[in-house]
């Protein structure tokens, strides 16, 4: 690409996301809105995404504290891409980690999770590419919470059942 070609708007766009273990997309989608992180959530087999609505700067770091202080004991990843370069710092229990290589940290990641962050694929195509699991994390603080309570009393119940059984 030479100075003179125009960057493709989808590589020129920043994306902010946070890439956790939790096998439950709205889960994540819940604790994200209760900590005033506004997100599109996407659940794949091997974890879920968050999709930070916000761009800003710094906006990584403020979330994956306030997402870890819930999730206390899973590493979450923090990952930004600013002007074409990925960045991504490991996060465990709200405390920032090691800032870890993009290409040995997306390593097992899902296709799509590296397809946006590299710019190959838009948040657009990639809520469109999984739409039967892709949670909204844009609710009030309150339904959030209530959101959370009663995921919280649904998994205990299968917990249940499944022990019974």
Known sequence: MTDEEPVPSHLARDTVALLTPIPNGQ????VCAVSGCRCDVIEFPQGTLA??????EGLADVA???????????????????????SVVSWTGGVRGE??????????????????????????QLLEHVP????????????????????????RREQAERQTQ
């Open 64 to 86: 994956a504290t306030r997402v870890g202080a819930f999730v206390k004991n899973a590493p979450i990843l923090a990952m930004e891409r600013r002007d074409g370069q990925l």
């Open 99 to 124: 800032e870890l290589p993009p290409g040995l940290a997306l390593d097992r990641a899902p296709e799509p999770v590296v397809a946006l962050m590299t710019g190959a694929m838009t948040i657009e």
């Open 132 to 155: 039967d699991r892709v949670y909204s994390g844009r609710m009030g603080r309150w339904r959030a919470f209530w959101a959370l309570r009663r995921l919280n009393r649904q998994g």
């Open 27 to 30: 889960v994540l989608a819940a």
């Open 51 to 56: 999709v930070m609505a916000d761009d800003r």
